[in-house]
């Protein structure tokens, strides 16, 4: 081979390299292409937008993520929460339950709730976490069987703010109208008044509620565990997301429970704005103080708030601040709380009220570890599954599916069946988290266009967010 055809030779090999290295950077990128597409919800039109410089950008793909790390850390907390749940109510009225849980209690025998007749919780011998392996499935409860329906008629109803009749033909659909169908005080009382014909707000409407049992189903804490989830949809707009949830709260809680419920919508859609750069200690104190500045000053969810803050930042330990919290609240009933005074069930032991205090205990105590917030949630009392569900869940949304696992050492299932409690969904109820993650990324994704007026790129799989300043004025 002579010196011109060696040349020629080589000129040939090295175009023929550097076309397959062209060719494989062009598959690669059309298999990229491919995948964040994947993320695209073919029945929604998503809209041409022109990004701004102020625009907050955020990843779809780790919201996703995000998403999954809420379903998990919520049912793990949810479960965990059951074991505990009203062993310990304090010691006023006919139901006397001792002393509160410690500490030192974790890990040790459970003791009953005021309804087990004396057994014990079937779900643990012993305060402990409730795990479900690879080979298992989550069964819902009311932590996240509300939530999830409102999800689902989001998204099948092809609308980013839910009407009452659609809110009331969801729960005749989903609801089984008889027991057992998972549903006590308010929510039970929102039903009832749907198969009357009402429809939300009228069903928290004291003019209809009201009847031997109770006079305040309103201030009861339902809607503060089925709610949540709206301040998810709409990262980093606390004002949207307390929009979309206005009627969701409405339909069982009204004034204090209605503000704790907005207070937990806050939170959720803060853990999007919150700067990254804050350890999650301070993610945390800065999200609440966010939040506080939403409740009524005068109000006593606004008080009980204050009250826990001053505990914590004097010093006290939880166990302190939660029984400070019991003899302020239910003992004494500061602060315009006088539930004890209307003599109802267990001392009004799933009102909003107590429980919100010893949400905030857990919370501002737990300083954004998830595994601490959801033992210190599940030992503070009273309806303890609730509380420790909301901020596993958010936490959980924080941390991430990865960042869950690694906080327990350990991985999950994350098969989901939401007919355990509720009714008349696809698959046989069968779902799981990564699926349940993609719709609420869908519903974010239609949030962003028509109620935020921003813009997806799915090319670069990111949302467009006008960054408006978080409005946290006092609620009505």
Partial sequence: MNRLQKKTFYFILTLLFLTMIISCKEVKKEKEVQEVNQLADTAFTYKKYSFKSSDKIVSRSAYLNKLYGFWLGECIANWT?????????GNIG?????????????????QPSIWSDGVPSNLSKNIDFVFRDEDEIWGSDDDTDIE?????????????????????EGWLRHIMPEEENFLWVANQKALDMMLKGHVPPDTSDP?????????????????????????FFAPARPDIALEMAKLPILTTARKDAKWISEFNVIMYSL?????????????????????????????????????VKSCYDDGMTWEQARDAVYTRYQVNQEDGYHISSKDIYCNGCFVGGINFAASIVSLLYGEGNLVETIKIGALAGWDSDNPTATWGGLLGFMYGKEGVEKAFG?????????????????NEG????????????????????????????LNKDVWYIPDVAPNMSPSN
Wanted: charged share 25%; net charge negative.
């Fill in 410 to 426: 350990r991985t999950f299932s994350d098969k989901f069946n939401i007919h355990r409690t509720r009714q008349n969904f696809p």
């Fill in 271 to 307: 853990a999007s704005y919150v700067d990254e750069n804050l350890s999650m200690k301070e993610k945390i104190h800065w999200m609440s103080d966010k939040a506080r500045e939403h409740l009524p000053k005068d109000s006593y969810p606004a008080k009980m708030f204050d009250f």
């Fill in 94 to 110: 006919p139901i006397k339950t001792g002393a509160f849980y410690t500490r030192e209690d974790w890990g040790k025998p459970d």
């Fill in 430 to 457: 069968l779902d799981n988290f990564n699926n349940m993650a993609k719709i609420g990324v869908f519903i974010i994704d239609r949030v962003v266009q028509e109620q935020m007026g921003g813009g997806i790129d």
């Fill in 148 to 168: 999830y329906m409102y999800q689902y008629l989001l998204y099948t109803q092809k609308t980013s703010v839910l009407t009452g009749e659609q809110i009331k």
């Fill in 207 to 231: 003019k209809f509620t009201t009847d031997t049992i109770y006079d305040n189903y309103y201030e009861m804490i339902d809607a503060q565990l089925t709610t949540e989830i709206f301040g």
């Fill in 81 to 89: 929460g059951l074991v505990t749940e009203m062993d310990k109510i």
